[in-house]
DNA sequence: AGACTAATGGGAATGGTTATCATTAGCGTG
DNA sequence: CACGCTAATGATAACCATTCCCATTAGTCT
């Protein structure tokens, strides 16, 4: 009893959720991908879509960004790249990875300044992309 | 009509709700808001309170936050002071406003070399403050 | 094939937030 | 001060994302 988590089964439903995360480059919310799958014959409930993508996040092989709603919007990412943080357009929902140093850098001085310890930062940068600026 | 924006009428609950969130210094949702108020024997509705923290927000007189729950807190802020973040305790909820500066720069950086435009930055540092470490 | 149990999914429950709308009460005017 | 206009209030219902419940289904190991 070494290992103690067990890897989760390979079901239809976990696959099609992940194949369908890591096609896209934009954040979706759980109930976007429901429709997405459904539309696309898919037959999956709600409850499934929540829980797989809950169990991915804290995997750490797909995002999690909460929106400005106070949703949570998840998006694949390159895993093994470290942590990075979001630029994301609020048209379009177009989303750019960028990494994370400076801002590390800039948190952990913060939090030693104010004797703050085990910060983490929340960040994420909404603006409007370039197609979208001109698609006006 | 060059002053389009009317201030709003003085009422006791408008007035309870701005003393409450300025003598406290970490943030509080709308719930807990409500519940204080009560405790303390005024009379005010929840739906007020949530429009009046709404309205008191967006004319920049309070700062919101979207907790990683997806809730809305809400904290008094020294106004005039411009752009600022926060570093919040994840236990006991204490707040430092934290200048804006360095991370403005970056994501203006960040921006630029995306060709994204009008980029804004949701940014909340999440720690244990000094006296919640030593409580342990 | 058989057993063990994680995973599924439909529906109900939760909980924060917003909408509705009749009533109340600021506040400027005569 | 009395009057009127209408913003503000607040009880309640509606909303909606998310979680819970639990009987059923289906991976995976032997």
């Known amino acids: 009893m070494t290992e103690g988590a067990v ?3 390979r079901t239809r439903q976990r696959s099609a ?3 369908l995360i890591s096609a896209t480059d934009s954040f979706q919310s759980a ?4 429709h997405l799958l459904r ?6 409930g709600l409850s ?5 993508l809950q169990s991915l996040a804290e995997a750490g092989e797909i995002d999690v960004v909460i929106n400005a ?3 949570s919007v998840y998006r694949g990412c390159g895993q093994g790249r470290g942590l990075h943080y979001h630029l994301v357009c609020r048209i ?6 960028v990494a994370a140093d400076t801002i590390d850098r800039w948190v ?3 939090a030693r300044e104010h004797r703050f310890s085990d910060a983490v930062a929340s960040l994420t940068v909404f603006g409007i992309c370039r197609a979208c600026a001109s698609a006006t």
Chains 1, 2 share one sequence.
């Open 92 to 97: 379009c929902g177009h989303a750019v990875e």
């Open 48 to 52: 499934t879509v929540y829980r797989t």
């Open 39 to 44: 539309s696309t014959g898919e037959v999956i």
């Open 7 to 9: 890897q989760p089964r």
């Open 108 to 110: 952990r001085s913060i």
């Open 69 to 71: 709603d106070g949703e």
């Open 17 to 19: 959720i992940a194949s």
């Open 31 to 34: 109930q976007e991908i429901h």
